[in-house]
């Protein structure tokens, strides 16, 4: 009988200290899936063109300025990204930048619908 009352206290023991720890447990809460901080430059992008300190760069080493800046803007475009801008009336008035926007777009829509 003697170890039968031991058995019972120390099962009595147990219990309460499962029901002690499951009680500060949940108290706590649990932390949420980690999401990334958003990006501030994509949030504050200023509408038209993107002053050049913010620009992706690509190397067109060799191409004129305004083909160059045809470029990124029809590329950025063509892959969604917050960077993409098509200066409408600049893509009437300036060859260069049309040439530029339309290799742009349509190399990188091919790279990303590749991917």
Avoid at 47 to 72: C, D, H, I, M, W
Wanted: glycine fraction near 8%.
């Amino acid at each position: 009988m003697k170890k039968e009352q031991e058995m019972l206290r120390v099962n009595v023991v147990m219990i309460t200290v499962a029901l002690l720890a499951g009680c500060t447990m949940a108290k706590r809460p649990l932390p949420g899936p980690a999401q990334p901080a958003p990006d501030p430059v994509v949030q504050q992008r200023p509408s038209g063109p993107l002053p050049p300190s913010t620009r992706p760069a690509y190397n067109l080493a060799g191409y004129p300025k305004a083909a160059q800046e045809g470029y990124v803007d029809g590329c950025e475009t063509a892959k969604q990204s917050a960077y993409g801008f098509k200066d409408k009336k600049r893509y009437a008035a300036d060859t260069q930048y049309q040439m530029g926007w339309n290799d742009g777009f349509s190399i990188c829509r091919g790279k990303h619908q590749q991917n």
